[in-house]
């Protein structure tokens, strides 16, 4: 029998004073923020949070199991890739905010009249310049655009930010963050739960493969015993 050894990979997750948490792998803090990495690579995905809105972090620790097959790179993947790329969002953060907008209906439509995947308003999609919100790359890209408009505007902020993607820049502005609408704090949590989870998926599939052991020479045949008399006890 050959025996497998299972990998740990540690990870860490920021408690902000909101009560929201962000998994990450490092942290390096940089003026008035820290830059929270999702991969060890310095060109890995990153999130600036303010640091003074970071409470503390706590370490995570994970076993790694088998590799999963790499994400298709056509359609709506695709897409998102060369829009995070185009505008230094993070992929897996659009993702997060198209799955909570439209489960990835590029035909969705809300009873405000909120259109496609990122559920842009006609008055945001127009100022963002987009003529056709159901088209998905336009869509991907025009909600990509404001949501980097949005984090630029709250310092890098993310929960700032979804909430005025949500609620507005107006209602953010108001109650100095998330207002203290049931809508909003659920859509907020919900996209931020959905990145946490993608992420800790990628740090479990980027720990080190386990590795398996050479199964343990057999050992030589002992020589005969010699034989024990009835009623000594045998030999240890």
Not at 3 to 10: I, K
Not at 86 to 108: C, M, T, W, Y
Not at 111 to 116: D, R, S
Not at 124 to 129: I, N, P
């Amino acid at each position: 029998m050959v025996a497998l050894s299972v990998s740990a990979f540690a990870a860490e997750v920021a408690v902000l004073r909101n009560g929201f948490n962000i998994r990450h792998q490092r942290r390096e803090v940089m003026g008035a923020n820290t830059r929270l990495y999702f991969e060890s690579g310095s060109q890995s995905g990153w999130m600036d949070v303010p640091t003074a809105e970071i409470a503390s972090y706590q370490s995570e620790e994970f076993e790694a199991p088998e590799a999963s097959p790499p994400l298709e790179a056509d359609g709506i993947p695709g897409l998102v890739e060369a829009a995070s790329d185009r505008h230094q969002v993070d992929a897996d953060l659009i993702n997060s905010v198209i799955k909570a907008e439209s489960g990835f209906n590029p035909r969705a439509r809300s009873p405000k009249g909120a259109q496609g995947l990122m559920q842009l308003m006609p008055a945001t999609a127009s100022k963002l310049g987009v003529k056709d919100a159901y088209e998905p790359g336009v869509n991907i890209e025009g909600g990509t655009r404001y949501l980097r408009q949005l984090l630029d505007q709250y310092q890098g902020d993310p929960i700032k930010a979804l909430a005025a993607y949500n609620a507005g820049p107006g209602r953010v502005q108001q109650y100095q963050g998330v207002p203290p609408y049931r809508e909003t704090r659920n859509y907020v949590r919900r996209v931020i739960t959905d990145f946490n989870r993608k992420k800790v998926a990628q740090q479990k599939t980027a720990a080190p493969a386990p590795r398996s052991r050479k199964p343990a020479k057999k050992p030589a045949p002992a020589k005969p015993e010699p034989a024990v008399a009835e009623g000594a006890p045998p030999r240890q």
